[in-house]
Structures are given as structure tokens and as C-alpha cells.
Nanobody
Framework: QVQLVESGGGLVQAGGSLRLSCAAS????????MGWFRQAPGKEREFVAA????????TYADSTKGRFTISRDNAKSTVDLQMNMLKPEDTAVYYC????????????????????????WGQGTQVTVSS
């Protein structure tokens, strides 16, 4: 079991920046791919960014590529999402997710965008971008 807690959400003006952080606890010695997803009111949850267990691979949604950067610190069991040039359409609840992967396999280098592949989820943090 892994517990995930997000932080860093808030209200920001369009064009501004926010940095979200996700802290993992529990069985953090296991390898996990980590992802960020978001859900706006009345919309389905969508993929934002992911990073592989080793940190060697990253994946971004087209809507966030070039503006958002995902990173991880395995020593601290944290994964961050740096969000720049924020737009009102980025307003949503942002969720951190973890996908267990088998160590010493190709899975440790994958960063999937499919939410169904993630087993653990945080409670979410609200990001609101005003125009």
C-alpha cells in the first residue's frame, strides 16, 4: 500500500506559475511510475504528465507539453509538477497517482498516460487559474 498526499494548489492569475508536490508514504521502497491527472467540474479526469520509476522517461499531455514539468526525488519519495504559463482551462482538481512496476524490468522506464494503469491515488489539490 502507498499513501499519496498532494500539496501546492491554490489560486493564480493566468500566465502565472504553481508547483504541486506529491509525497508518498508506505511501501515506497517498491518501484512506482508516478502520474498527475486532473479533473475539471463536469469533465472527465484527464492525463497531465507522468514519470517513470527510474525518472528516465516522462510523458506529457499535448495541452501541458512545454508548460509543465514533472520531476521526482526517489530519496524523498516525492514527485513534483512545475506548472508555468497557466491558463484558465488548467483549472481543475489535480491528482497524484502511483503505478507499481516490477524492478529491473522495462516497466521501470515507462511513464503511462492511461489512468487505469495506476493503482494508488491521492485526494487531490485544487488549482484555480483566473483570467
Amino acid at each position: 500500500q502507498v499513501q499519496l498526499v498532494e500539496s501546492g494548489g491554490g489560486l493564480v492569475q493566468a500566465g502565472g506559475s504553481l508547483r504541486l508536490s506529491c509525497a508518498a508514504s508506505g511501501r515506497t521502497r517498491s518501484a512506482y511510475a508516478m502520474g498527475w491527472f486532473r479533473q475539471a467540474p463536469g469533465k472527465e479526469r484527464e492525463f497531465v504528465a507522468a514519470i517513470s520509476g527510474t525518472g528516465s522517461s516522462t510523458t506529457y499531455a499535448d495541452s501541458t507539453k512545454g508548460r509543465f514539468t514533472i520531476s521526482r526525488d526517489n530519496a524523498k519519495s516525492t514527485v513534483d509538477l512545475q506548472m508555468n504559463m497557466l491558463k484558465p482551462e488548467d483549472t481543475a482538481v489535480y491528482y497524484c497517482a502511483a503505478r507499481p512496476v516490477s524492478p529491473l524490468t522495462i516497466e521501470t522506464h515507462t511513464a503511462p498516460s492511461d489512468s487505469a494503469k495506476y493503482a494508488y491515488w491521492g485526494q487531490g489539490t485544487q488549482v484555480t487559474v483566473s483570467s
